[in-house]
């Protein structure tokens, strides 16, 4: 089992930015990539940034250059560095891990509103 807790969402202004940050709990070892999602209201849960455990980094198109995903050491905690904010990036972000054995875990999310 593997727990998520994300922390850091709130209001920010246009142009702003935030960290969000995920601390994982549990069998960490186990986990093989991490991922921060996102979900709009009445819109899709979609992939925002992923990063594994070799570092390899993966961004939505939407995000690419305004968005980095990083670590502080091989798994725990993973943060989601987010500049340029635009009201489109308004949505509860959620933290995401994939165990080696194909396992999903989702954390309760952390809402981040863009606006003036």
């Known amino acids: 089992q593997v727990q998520l807790v994300e922390s850091g969402g709130g209001l920010v202004q246009p142009g702003g930015s935030l960290r969000l940050s995920c601390a994982a709990s549990g069998n960490i070892f186990a986990i093989n990539v991490m991922g921060w999602y996102r979900q709009a209201p009445g819109k899709e849960r979609e992939l925002v940034a992923a990063i594994s455990n070799g570092g390899t980094t993966s961004y939505a198109d939407s995000v690419k250059g305004r968005f980095t995903v990083s670590r502080d050491n091989a798994r725990n905690p993973v943060y989601l560095q987010m500049s340029s904010l635009k009201p489109e990036d308004t949505a509860v972000y959620f933290c995401?891990?994939?165990?080696?054995?194909?396992?999903?875990?989702w954390g309760k999310g952390t809402l981040v509103t863009v606006s003036s």
């Open positions: 995401n891990a994939v165990t080696d054995a194909g396992r999903i875990y």
